[in-house]
């Protein structure tokens, strides 16, 4: 069984700062404002939008015990639908031509109406894969829908923290897996 532990101990020393970041930022002192479902599923959504598939079935494991199998299904949902809208609305963004935002999007997205779970939770979920996937406009409108609903911004910056630490130790785990295959191919 995967603990937290566990994944701490694979970070390379060198990632020091990751290992002591995952530890706080997935509880609820580490995160203010965010309870330990909320938690969890953003560092579920988290390690699904950084593509590790190793460590997204270790978060999921572990998440797994803080969530209700609606929650797993919408972080995978909100890291689904982010996926493709931040990349749309990050052109639109960078094209620097107005016209192309007054066009239908003609893109279906149902599943921000009704994620089957609590709608602000899927807004937290979709920021912090935002943040991730680096859609300004999607994080500007996640936060401002978030603060709206009266998420303080300890608990939006609580969230993005989250996101930012599990995709580092994503990308290190994945590099450290690299770097030692090829370490292990040299020494052959």
Not at 53 to 79: F, K
Not at 80 to 105: C, K, T, W
Not at 138 to 156: D, I, M, N, Q, W
Request: aromatic share 4%; net charge neutral; charged share 20%.
């Amino acid at each position: 069984m995967t603990t937290l532990d566990i994944i701490r101990d694979a970070i390379p020393d060198y990632a020091r700062d990751l290992k002591l970041n995952l530890g706080s930022v997935l509880t609820t002192t580490g995160a203010p404002g965010l309870t330990d479902k909320q938690i969890w599923a953003v560092a579920l959504a988290s390690a699904i939008a950084s593509r590790n598939l190793p460590l997204t079935r270790d978060i999921e494991s572990l998440a797994a015990v803080h969530l209700e199998p609606a929650y797993i299904n919408g972080a995978r949902a909100a890291a689904s639908i982010m996926g493709m809208n931040n990349i749309y609305y990050r052109f639109l963004h960078l094209v620097e031509d107005p016209e192309y935002a007054q066009m239908p999007a003609r893109l279906r997205m149902n599943v921000i109406g009704n994620p089957g779970i609590d709608k602000q939770d899927f807004e937290l979920l979709s920021l912090a894969v935002s943040a991730i996937n680096g859609c300004g406009t999607c994080v500007a409108s996640h936060e401002r829908t978030l603060r709206k609903h009266g998420l303080g911004r300890e608990a939006v910056q609580s969230a993005v923290r989250i996101a930012a630490t599990v995709h580092a130790v994503a990308r290190v785990l994945e590099d450290a897996k690299d770097y030692g295959a090829a370490q292990a191919q040299a020494a052959a």
